[in-house]
């Protein structure tokens, strides 16, 4: 079936430094979505990307679709304590149920 | 515009006993998905309701869990005989209809311990 892969699982960095994030994806996607979740929380929808090489900004955070449409990243720059938390990507494949299969996260910590 | 709304919140069952978790979603939507996760995994995915209908059940036990989206109240996803690796946070999610490819909207989640 249909699987979603995130790396790194987990990632450490100083406040202020720059990271990216991977997701692959087994199948070609009809949409990607970013999700966050903080400690304790429940995930919140951050993006989507529906075009191949899609590009879009949130303010320090900057996400990308891939070519084929099997891989995206998520950016972040200068980051920030509030940033900590796991993000997750989930992807729907082309001509499936509809279904959103979701990676296993990315959990950031930032030390101030 | 309330969100999804999940209870009970927490809920400790003794094992072999049995767990029913409501989910009503957002008004207007007519979509709901139910996900499992385990302390500091992602998010596996288990049922994809429509109103009085599945459309995808392939990430449920084949055993002991069921879930149903009726006409009238809320979706309700069902574990019975629970055992300890049901512990888990289960959330639930709408949208607002099939082929919809927007987000997503969670609710705050349902934590199930089985002692």
């Known amino acids: 079936g249909q699987q979603v892969m995130q790396i790194p699982q987990y990632q450490h960095v100083q406040e202020g430094e720059d990271f990216t994030t991977y997701c692959n994806s087994s199948t070609t996607l009809s949409n990607i979505q970013w999700y966050k979740q903080r400690p304790g929380g429940h995930p919140v929808f951050l993006i989507q990307?529906?075009?191949?090489?899609e590009v879009k900004k949130q303010k320090r955070l900057t996400f990308q679709f891939g070519e084929a449409k099997k891989n995206s990243s998520l950016h972040i720059t200068a980051t920030q304590t509030t940033d900590v938390g796991t993000y997750f990507c989930a992807g729907m494949s082309q001509g499936g149920s509809e279904k959103l299969v979701f990676g296993k996260g990315m959990k950031l910590t930032v030390n101030p | 515009n309330a969100g999804v709304m999940q209870n009970p919140r927490h809920l400790v069952r003794r094992r072999g006993q049995e767990a029913r978790l409501r989910c009503s979603p957002m008004k207007g939507h007519s979509h709901v998905y139910w996900y499992r996760q385990l302390p500091e995994e992602g998010l596996k995915f288990m049922v994809y309701?429509?109103?009085?209908?599945?459309?995808?059940e392939s990430g449920m036990p084949k055993e002991r869990f069921s879930a149903e989206f009726p006409k009238e109240g809320p979706s309700i996803l069902r574990i019975q005989q629970v055992v300890r690796g049901d512990s888990a946070a289960y959330f639930c999610?709408?949208?607002?209809?099939?082929?919809?490819?927007?987000?997503?909207?969670f609710g705050e989640g349902s934590r199930l311990t089985v002692l």
């Open positions: 990307l529906v075009k191949s090489g």
């Open positions: 309701l429509q109103k009085e209908n599945i459309i995808d």
């Open positions: 999610a709408s949208s607002r209809r099939q082929g919809d490819t927007g987000e997503l909207f």
